[in-house]
C-alpha cells in the first residue's frame, strides 16, 4: 500500500523533511531514503552513492552541475537542511547500521562511512544520537536480545 502526500507549500516540505529525519535518527531503520523531491534527487543519488567517501558541498554541487552556494539555498529551502547536515545523517544511518549488524570496531566503522578521525566520528555520532558509538551499540543490542 502507497501513501500519497500532497504538498502544497516549502513549510510542509520542511514540516515532513524535519518529522522524517527525526524519525529516522531516533530509530534502528536499516535504511535511510531521503526525501522525494525530484529537483534534488540528483543530489540525493550522488549523496547515497559517494557518503562513504570524503565529499563535501563542492564535490556534490559540481556532480549535480550547480554552484555550491545556489545548492545550499536549493537543499535548504526544499528540505530545512542544508547539504552537509543530509551527508551527515546518510553516514550516520549507516553507522548505526554497521553498529547493530557487524563486530567491526568504531574506528571501521568511522572510516567505513567517511570519516578518517575517529575523534572527529565519535563527537559527531554523539551529537547526533546523544551518547557514544560504542555506548550505542551496547543499548540497542540489549533491546535486540
Known sequence: ????????????????????????????????????????SECFNFIEANYHQQISLRDVAQAVGYSPAYLTDLVRRQTGQSVCRWIIQRRMAEARRLLLVTRQSVQAIAEAVGYFDTSYFIRQ????????PQAWRKAHQSHGK
Open 1 to 40: 500500500m502507497k501513501t500519497i502526500l500532497i504538498i502544497e507549500n516549502d513549510t510542509q516540505t520542511r514540516t515532513i523533511v524535519r518529522e522524517f529525519t527525526a524519525h529516522t535518527s531516533s530509530s534502528t531503520h536499516q535504511s535511510f531514503v531521503f526525501p522525494c523531491i525530484p529537483q534534488l
Open 125 to 132: 555520532f554523539r551529537q547526533l544520537n546523544g551518547i557514544p
